[in-house]
């Protein structure tokens, strides 16, 4: 039996969640109620509803495919710029403050921890943002001439208006002479970051990868390999863990010839399909395109941190 002392605790906490719901329109409140609840000794659970669909405009700290694609896969490449396409709000996700740790020098060579937006407007959601976002990725080019490429993030209203952001990429690719990526994250696509790294891996091989295969069809990508090759996939090196990884597996002999996507940069992803092997830190997040390479490679996969946990004992 809950004692008089916790029901008054109880009592008080949910006479804050009604004061919290007053705030919100009666639809909203309506929604918002089944979100917020008080857990009670003696119950399972405290009832509260989870697991779905972000609605579309209504910002969240928890996290969205938005936020799996921008603030865990593409983010981190620190010699590309990011763009959060759509309203200022989702910023929240694309200031890249996960500690992702990166050598270089920000806003001359690398770009991880600044914030790119287009900054839709009312005007933009009528009339579509497609020129906005070419005018950006212009101008970017100008200001920025280190980068080596583009991601397109598009947020929630972008897929509810529909730009064009793949043809968006097509045409300033060749204008800049770089890689320009559409990542249609939308953040209402997934009930959570998982969705979103699954569409970032599927950019990674549709417009990175098809890069790579026509560069070696040309006969112009530079590549020596080793029988020693290997790649770390899924190590956002937060708090500098990638660098700590890949000291101990070049330790064994091996040659680490890209780790992405923490302190990676573009040219190693488009080096990657040619190792001997790919070496997954993060599974959940990683492994749709280590998958791929297998398949299309004959690359195979293995979970790095068992080889790392091996050389530590």
């Given at each position: 039996m809950t004692p008089p002392e916790n029901q008054n605790i109880i009592q008080e906490r949910k006479e804050l969640i009604k004061e919290v719901l007053s705030a919100y329109p009666e639809k909203a409140a309506k929604k918002r109620e089944k979100h917020l609840n008080v857990y009670e000794e003696g119950?399972?659970?405290?009832?509260?509803?989870?697991?779905?669909?972000?609605?579309?405009?209504?910002?969240?700290?928890?996290?969205?495919?938005?936020?799996?694609?921008?603030?865990?896969?593409?983010?981190?490449?620190?010699?590309?710029?990011?763009?959060?396409?759509?309203?200022?709000?989702?910023?929240?996700?694309?200031?890249?403050?996960?500690?992702?740790?990166?050598?270089?020098?920000?806003g001359i060579d690398t770009f991880g921890t600044m914030h790119f937006t287009s900054d839709f407007q009312e005007r933009d959601i009528v009339f579509g943002g497609d020129k906005k976002l070419v005018k950006l990725i212009e101008e970017l080019d100008v200001l920025f001439p280190l980068n080596r490429g583009v991601s397109i993030q598009s947020e929630c209203p972008i897929g509810l208006i529909g730009d064009d952001i793949e043809a968006v990429a097509r045409k300033t690719s060749k204008a800049i002479g770089k890689p320009v990526v559409p990542v249609r994250c939308e953040g209402f696509r997934g009930v959570s970051q998982s969705l979103g790294h699954h569409i970032a891996n599927d950019m990674v091989r549709d417009w990175v990868f098809t890069r790579s295969d026509q560069a070696k069809k040309d006969g112009t990508l530079q590549f020596e390999g080793t029988p020693y090759d290997v790649a770390i996939i899924g190590d956002y090196n937060i708090g500098g863990d990638a660098w700590a990884s890949r000291i101990l597996l070049e330790e064994l002999g091996l040659r680490v010839v890209a780790q992405w996507s923490g302190d990676g940069t573009i040219n190693e992803m488009l080096m990657t399909p040619n190792v001997k092997m790919n070496l997954i830190h993060c599974y959940r997040s990683m492994n749709y395109i280590s998958r791929h390479m297998e398949e299309a490679y004959g690359i195979p996969c293995t979970n790095c941190d068992l080889i790392c946990s091996d050389t530590r004992i």
């Amino acid at each position: 039996m809950t004692p008089p002392e916790n029901q008054n605790i109880i009592q008080e906490r949910k006479e804050l969640i009604k004061e919290v719901l007053s705030a919100y329109p009666e639809k909203a409140a309506k929604k918002r109620e089944k979100h917020l609840n008080v857990y009670e000794e003696g119950k399972s659970d405290c009832g509260v509803k989870s697991n779905i669909k972000s609605l579309p405009g209504v910002m969240t700290a928890r996290g969205c495919a938005y936020a799996g694609s921008k603030g865990v896969v593409w983010g981190p490449i620190k010699d590309m710029i990011h763009i959060s396409h759509g309203p200022v709000g989702c910023g929240y996700w694309s200031w890249s403050g996960r500690r992702n740790y990166y050598l270089g020098t920000t806003g001359i060579d690398t770009f991880g921890t600044m914030h790119f937006t287009s900054d839709f407007q009312e005007r933009d959601i009528v009339f579509g943002g497609d020129k906005k976002l070419v005018k950006l990725i212009e101008e970017l080019d100008v200001l920025f001439p280190l980068n080596r490429g583009v991601s397109i993030q598009s947020e929630c209203p972008i897929g509810l208006i529909g730009d064009d952001i793949e043809a968006v990429a097509r045409k300033t690719s060749k204008a800049i002479g770089k890689p320009v990526v559409p990542v249609r994250c939308e953040g209402f696509r997934g009930v959570s970051q998982s969705l979103g790294h699954h569409i970032a891996n599927d950019m990674v091989r549709d417009w990175v990868f098809t890069r790579s295969d026509q560069a070696k069809k040309d006969g112009t990508l530079q590549f020596e390999g080793t029988p020693y090759d290997v790649a770390i996939i899924g190590d956002y090196n937060i708090g500098g863990d990638a660098w700590a990884s890949r000291i101990l597996l070049e330790e064994l002999g091996l040659r680490v010839v890209a780790q992405w996507s923490g302190d990676g940069t573009i040219n190693e992803m488009l080096m990657t399909p040619n190792v001997k092997m790919n070496l997954i830190h993060c599974y959940r997040s990683m492994n749709y395109i280590s998958r791929h390479m297998e398949e299309a490679y004959g690359i195979p996969c293995t979970n790095c941190d068992l080889i790392c946990s091996d050389t530590r004992i």
